[in-house]
């Protein structure tokens, strides 16, 4: 049994940071890739970015390579996305998701996923 829950978000200005936070219940968390997508209106769930158990591999979309971080503290059961130099097309709700053995960029892979938690870029 495993929950997700998402926080961090907000309203932030073009070119500002922002850190999401995604909080796991259940002792199976260290076992489990961890990945962060987003969904904008009228658009598809997309791949943000991704982490293993043990944090040595991590990956990203293109949109967001280079400003964008993915991290996550075992110990606490959390995993984070270090937003950096938002821009207005990174609005959108942010969504946790977790599945056991792999990191994968797919959305159909996670078997758990968060509520999920808005993020609004201001031009």
């Known amino acids: 049994q495993v929950q997700l829950v998402e926080s961090g978000g907000g309203l932030v200005q073009a070119g500002g940071s922002l850190r999401l936070s995604c909080a796991a219940s259940?002792?199976?968390?260290?076992?489990?890739?961890m990945g962060w997508f987003r969904q904008a209106p009228g658009k598809e769930r997309e791949f943000v970015a991704s982490i293993s158990g043990n944090s040595i591999i991590t990956t990203y979309a293109d949109s967001v390579k280079g400003r964008f971080t993915i991290s996550r503290d075992n110990a606490k059961n959390t995993v984070y996305l270090q937003m950096n130099s938002l821009k207005v097309e990174d609005t959108a709700v942010y969504y946790c998701?977790?599945?056991?053995?792999?990191?994968?960029?797919?959305?159909?892979?996670?078997?758990?996923w968060g509520q999920g938690t808005q993020v609004t870029v201001s031009s």
């Open positions: 259940g002792r199976i968390f260290s076992n489990y890739g």
């Open positions: 998701a977790g599945a056991p053995g792999t990191w994968a960029r797919s959305r159909f892979e996670y078997a758990y």
